[in-house]
C-alpha cells in the first residue's frame, strides 16, 4: 500500500513521545509532525496532507472535534482519538473516527486501531497511489469563508477566473476570492488537470462537457456546471491536443 503518513496531536509532550514509541513497530507509518494545539493541528493538516490523525480530545483552545470541524470533508486523514476519558466515544464514531483509544493504551489495543486505519486508508487509496510520491492531486487551497478557513482541494474546483487583484475559485456551486494571480494558481494546481483556455480563465477538464464552435469561428467550453468559457485562439491548440489524447 506504500507509506503512511501521520501527525501526533496531543497538548501532553510525555503522549505524543508515547504515540511514537508505539509506533515504531509500524514501519510504513511515518510521523511527518505533531502539534500541541488544535490552531496548530489544522495549520498542518492543510501544509502536510496526513494519512493518519492521532488526535488527542481535550486540548486547549480548540479540542479534537474543533480540530475535524475546521477541516474540509474530503481531506480529513483517518482518525484515530487518543484521551484520558471514555465520555466522547459516541460523539468520536459520530465523525466517522477508526477508533477510540482510552489511556493508559495497551501495545494490544494500539496495534489493532492501527490494522483498522490501514486497511481503510487502502480502500480510500486509488489502485496506483503507491506507484507515486506524495499526492498527485496536488495540494489544497485554504480559502476563507464567514465560517473560517475552508479546505478546498484541486478535484473539487470547477474553474477560476481572474478577478483584479484576486481569483475567483468557483466549486460546488459557490464562489471563493483567493488573494492570489490566476498565474500563481495555475502553477500551484495539478498539471494537467486544469488547462488555461483564457487570459482570464481555467478550467478544470474533468468538468468539460462539450466544445462549442460559434460562426465567426470562436470556439468556448460548456461545463457540467452549465457556465460557458470562452477559449482564447491561443489557447485553442493545446485543448484541441488534449482532447485527442484524452478523449475517444
Partial sequence: MGEIRALIVDDEPLA????RQL??????????????????????IHTL?????FLDVQMPGMDGFGVLNRIALGAVPAVIFITA????AVRAFDVEAT???????????FDAAVRRARERIARARPADAAAAPGDALGAPLVVQTRQGE???RPEEIDWVEA?????????????????????TLEKRLPDGMFMRVHRRALVNLARVRRILEADDGGTSLLLSTGHELPVSRRNRAALQAWLRRHRP
Avoid: N, Q
Fill in 16 to 19: 505524543r513521545r508515547g504515540v
Fill in 23 to 44: 509506533l515504531e513497530p509500524h514501519a510504513d507509518v511515518r510521523v511527518v509532525g505533531e502539534a500541541a494545539t488544535g490552531g496548530e493541528a489544522v495549520a498542518l
Fill in 49 to 53: 496532507r496526513p494519512d493518519l490523525l
Fill in 85 to 88: 476519558y471514555d465520555d466522547f
Fill in 99 to 109: 477508533d477510540y483509544l482510552v489511556k493508559p493504551i495497551t501495545r494490544g489495543r
Fill in 150 to 152: 475552508y479546505l478546498l
Fill in 163 to 183: 478577478a483584479d487583484y484576486y481569483a475567483a475559485v468557483h466549486a460546488g456551486g459557490r464562489r471563493f476570492l483567493v488573494r492570489s494571480s490566476l498565474a
